[in-house]
Nanobody
Framework: QVQLVESGGGLVQAGGSLRLSCAAS????????MGWFRQATGKEREFVAAISGSGYYTYYADSVKGRFTISRDNAKNTVYLQMNSLKPEDTAVYYCNSDGGTWPWGQGTQVTVSS
């Protein structure tokens, strides 16, 4: 059974940066495209970014393009999300999953951006 553990969230001022990590276990990690998703209070979970198994291809939601960077280290079974120029509207719980969101969800990590 796959397990996903997100970390790295926190409280940051607008314009600041955070780096999220997601450690995965229970799967042959490098064969799966991975994604980051987020859910703000009262809203549905939405796609943020995805990365191919090799790390060569990346995809971003328009709302984060140019500010966020997804990467992965297959040797560590870990995927990262570098978030720069954060905005209050980025406030949400952030989750990682397969790019289709088909695995059991982890607990997520809270990101709060103050104005």
């Amino acid at each position: 059974q796959v397990q996903l553990v997100e970390s790295g969230g926190g409280l940051v001022q607008a314009g600041g940066s955070l780096r999220l990590s997601c450690a995965a276990s229970g799967r042959t990690f490098s064969t799966y495209a991975m994604g980051w998703f987020r859910q703000a209070t009262g809203k549905e979970r939405e796609f943020v970014a995805a990365i191919s198994g090799s790390g060569y291809y990346t995809y971003y939601a328009d709302s984060v393009k140019g500010r966020f960077t997804i990467s992965r280290d297959n040797a560590k079974n870990t995927v990262y999300l570098q978030m720069n120029s954060l905005k209050p509207e980025d406030t949400a719980v952030y989750y990682c999953n397969s790019d289709g969101g088909t695995w059991p969800w982890g607990q997520g990590t809270q990101v709060t951006v103050s104005s």
